[in-house]
């Protein structure tokens, strides 16, 4: 499903895009297993959090990725502490 | 130089080099990437490995390179002025260690030029051939080549004065030392840490490391100002 909610990304230099379900859920599935987390774990945390961030999506109808990242991660960190840790940490590891 | 004073100088170069993060970050990113894209362990331990071999080999490369030159531009004998300002390049290095090695910011984001960061991220992404992992492990030790610089210039300096053989020696002893702590991440990837208690603990220990790089640097330049310049002036004046 996805939101008519344009997303301004990184630094507003390359084109704003549509929000994708699948990729922000495919994310959080990928940080929930680089933390060893099962894969069946790892997809109903994803799903969980995608439906928080389209509630919180839904009063903004436009947000850079930086703020879904921020969102995100808050909720991830309820769910999984340590995938949100690492979700958090991704763009600033190098 | 005797071989042993040479060869504890060149360890303790490796040893300055090791606490250099760049290589570590890249193979923690592509790690995080390789099982969050559910490829098999086989694989995972299949791209680390080229890519610690990469590091090496680039490590390797450049040591041997940089020595060539020194060897071609001042033979065996190194005249002291180039000590002296080989001394300096290593203070400075030594300070700029301190006060810009890791940005003031949360994670373990480096000083690096953020074109070179945006690079290596996206190549960790799209990397998924032993060969691409290879290449990013080269990669990553040049992205940091202005932090290795002096580390690499001063054993450079001091193998060109041993003999052939313990040139070699030399070699093996700095790129294994310098590799230590890429391979302990490795090897924790490999034996199934998360990647969350390594980053964890490197964001944790990141000012240490900063700190015991510089402090590091400023030991090694004390003992060659020492020995290379001062003593030899002593003995040459007696």
């Given at each position: 499903?996805?939101?008519?909610?344009?997303?301004?990304?990184?630094?507003?230099?390359?084109?704003?895009?549509?929000?994708?379900?699948?990729?922000?859920?495919a994310?959080?599935?990928a940080?929930?297993l680089s933390?060893?987390?099962?894969?069946?774990?790892?997809?109903?945390?994803?799903?969980?959090?995608?439906?928080?961030?389209?509630?919180?999506?839904?009063?903004?109808?436009?947000?850079?990725?930086?703020?879904?990242?921020?969102?995100?991660?808050?909720?991830?960190?309820?769910?999984?502490?340590?995938?949100?840790?690492?979700?958090?940490?991704?763009?600033?590891?190098? | 130089?005797?071989?042993?004073?040479?060869?504890?100088?060149?360890?303790?170069?490796?040893?300055?080099?090791?606490?250099?993060?760049?290589?570590?970050?890249v193979l923690?990113l592509l790690s995080g990437h390789t099982i969050g894209s559910k490829r098999s362990n086989a694989k995972l331990l299949r791209l680390t490995t080229s890519f610690?071999i990469g590091?090496?080999?680039?490590?390797?490369?450049?040591?041997?390179?940089?020595?060539?030159?020194?060897?071609?531009?001042?033979?065996?004998?190194?005249?002291?002025?180039?000590?002296?300002?080989?001394?300096?390049?290593?203070?400075?290095?030594?300070?700029?260690?301190?006060?810009?090695?890791?940005?003031?910011?949360?994670?373990?984001?480096?000083?690096?030029?953020?074109?070179?960061?945006?690079y290596l991220t996206e190549r960790t992404k799209s990397t998924k051939i032993s060969a691409e992992a290879f290449g990013l492990g080269l990669s990553s030790?040049?992205?940091?080549?202005?932090?290795?610089?002096?580390?690499?210039?001063?054993?450079?300096?001091?193998?060109?004065?041993?003999?052939?053989?313990?040139?070699?020696?030399?070699?093996?002893?700095?790129?294994?030392?310098?590799?230590?702590?890429?391979?302990?991440?490795?090897?924790?990837i490999?034996?199934?840490?998360?990647?969350?208690?390594?980053?964890?603990?490197?964001?944790?220990?990141?000012?240490?490391?900063?700190?015991?790089?510089?402090?590091?640097?400023?030991?090694?330049?004390?003992?060659?100002?020492?020995?290379?310049?001062?003593?030899?002036?002593?003995?040459?004046?007696?």
């Amino acid at each position: 499903m996805d939101l008519a909610v344009d997303i301004i990304k990184r630094g507003g230099k390359r084109q704003s895009e549509r929000f994708n379900r699948a990729k922000l859920h495919a994310s959080i599935v990928a940080a929930c297993l680089s933390v060893r987390t099962p894969e069946g774990h790892a997809e109903s945390t994803a799903a969980a959090v995608c439906d928080k961030v389209i509630e919180w999506l839904q009063q903004h109808p436009e947000v850079t990725s930086q703020d879904i990242r921020i969102v995100t991660t808050r909720h991830l960190k309820i769910y999984h502490p340590e995938a949100a840790y690492l979700y958090e940490q991704h763009r600033i590891t190098i | 130089m005797d071989i042993p004073v040479s060869l504890a100088i060149v360890a303790l170069a490796g040893l300055i080099h090791a606490s250099f993060q760049l290589s570590v970050s890249v193979l923690t990113l592509l790690s995080g990437h390789t099982i969050g894209s559910k490829r098999s362990n086989a694989k995972l331990l299949r791209l680390t490995t080229s890519f610690v071999i990469g590091a090496g080999v680039m490590t390797v490369l450049l040591l041997s390179s940089t020595s060539f030159v020194m060897l071609s531009l001042y033979g065996t004998d190194t005249p002291q002025v180039v000590w002296a300002a080989v001394c300096g390049l290593l203070i400075g290095d030594a300070i700029s260690i301190w006060l810009f090695y890791y940005r003031r910011e949360k994670g373990t984001t480096l000083w690096i030029p953020r074109g070179v960061a945006a690079y290596l991220t996206e190549r960790t992404k799209s990397t998924k051939i032993s060969a691409e992992a290879f290449g990013l492990g080269l990669s990553s030790v040049i992205g940091e080549a202005f932090f290795i610089v002096a580390p690499i210039i001063i054993s450079a300096l001091t193998l060109v004065q041993l003999p052939a053989v313990w040139q070699m020696v030399g070699i093996v002893i700095y790129t294994v030392i310098s590799m230590m702590s890429l391979v302990v991440v490795w090897a924790m990837i490999g034996s199934g840490h998360t990647l969350g208690r390594i980053q964890k603990w490197r964001e944790a220990n990141k000012y240490f490391l900063q700190f015991a790089a510089g402090s590091g640097l400023l030991v090694l330049v004390f003992f060659v100002y020492v020995y290379e310049i001062l003593g030899s002036t002593v003995v040459g004046g007696i």
